[in-house]
């Protein structure tokens, strides 16, 4: 149990694209989705925390305009990175925490690799 | 300080081997804990997950937590290629937002 399912697991795209990640709880409603990123042989550094009806909250430093976060339901949430440049490159992850059970623990996504050429 | 400090090794053992990895922590109000084994290119999986001081084992791993030093461990018994990996350690005073350690590189030699 509690899969959470990420889409596309690699991208490669040229400067300016905008590219969009989807992360699905499989088998779960999920309240609280979380988005990573991860630099190489770095822990996650975590982007924003995204609740299912509201609005994301951005951690410090992270552009809420340039990193889009969508929570439309209980079991999707979607990352967008507006016009992406390579310094954007990197892995990111999603992660949903299950919803009714109060202090679960977060399950991760396989990633998606962006490359921004 | 860094909330969470995690030697990133790489750690490198013999196949067999009991395995230890460690964590420390400063905020006194952590009580959630987890481990997460992370292959690369992949995302972390969830492999212990405790709540305030004590011992868990699950099959080959146990987790042992102990607040009053901010300190946590996962140890691997009988360590096999297959552990090699990153692992990651997480804790949380509410247990819902969770800090992450920078992860240990484990290899297993066969």
New interface residues.
């Given amino acids: 149990g509690a899969v ?1 399912s ?1 889409h596309p697991s690699r991208v490669i795209c040229k400067s300016g694209t905008s590219v969009k990640i989807e992360c699905r709880s499989l088998d779960f409603q999920a309240t ?1 989705m979380f988005w990573y990123r991860q630099f190489p ?4 550094m ?1 982007m924003a ?1 995204s609740n299912e009806g509201s609005k994301a909250t951005y951690e410090q430093g992270v552009e809420k305009d340039k990193f889009l976060i969508n929570h439309a339901s209980l079991t999707l949430s979607t990352l967008t990175v507006t016009s992406a440049h390579p310094e954007d490159s990197s ?1 990111y ?1 999603c ?1 949903a ?1 299950q919803l009714g059970f ?10 998606t ?1 962006l490359s921004i050429l | 300080q860094k909330e969470v400090e995690q030697d990133p090794g790489p750690l490198s053992v013999p196949e067999g081997a009991i395995v230890s990895l460690n964590c420390t922590y400063s905020n006194s109000a952590f009580q959630y804990f987890m481990w997460y084994r992370q292959y690369s290119r992949k995302g972390p999986e969830l492999l212990m997950y405790t709540y305030s001081s004590g011992n868990k084992e699950d099959g080959r791993f146990t987790a042992q937590v102990d607040k009053s030093s901010k300190y946590i461990s996962l140890f691997i018994r009988d360590s096999q290629p297959s552990d090699s990996a990153t692992y990651l350690c997480a804790m949380s005073a509410s247990g819902q937002n969770f800090v992450f350690g920078p992860g240990t590189r484990l290899s297993v030699l066969p």
């Fill in positions: 959470v990420q609280t042989k770095q822990s996650l975590l925390t892995f992850i992660s925490s109060s202090n679960q623990p977060q399950h991760f996504g396989d990633g690799r």
